[in-house]
Nanobody, 128 residues
């Protein structure tokens, strides 16, 4: 199983930007899709974005489409989430996750249960 460590969270004003990173070790990073989820206080964890194992496909939730960009660097075993035009409602703990299956293709939807490895999360707070 791959181990994941997120970084890059923090406090930012509305309209600002942050870049989250997720470093992977101990597994087959380049062979699995990687996703980002988030959990706001009092809410369930929700899907944010995913990038396929071959980096040829990306998908986003409607709430972040056009503002967030997911990317990966297989040479560095790292996945990124560039977040622009941040809103107070983006405030949450952000988690990266690795697909539990190798070489899985694009899916119509991605659920928490699709992912077998999770990071510890990084807090993002957007002030108004």
């Amino acid at each position: 199983q791959v181990q994941l460590v997120e970084s890059g969270g923090g406090l930012v004003q509305a309209g600002g930007s942050l870049r989250l990173s997720c470093a992977a070790s101990g597994g087959t990073f380049s062979s699995v899709a990687m996703g980002w989820f988030r959990q706001a206080p009092g809410k369930e964890r929700e899907f944010v974005a995913v990038t396929g194992w071959n980096d040829l496909s990306t998908d986003y939730s409607d709430s972040v489409k056009g503002r967030f960009t997911i990317s990966r660097d297989n040479g560095k075993n790292t996945v990124y989430l560039q977040m622009n035009s941040l809103k107070p409602e983006d405030t949450a703990v952000y988690y990266c996750a690795a697909d539990r299956f190798l070489y899985r293709g694009r899916r119509p939807t991605w659920e928490e249960t699709d992912f077998g490895s999770w990071g510890q999360g990084t807090q993002v707070t957007v002030s108004s």
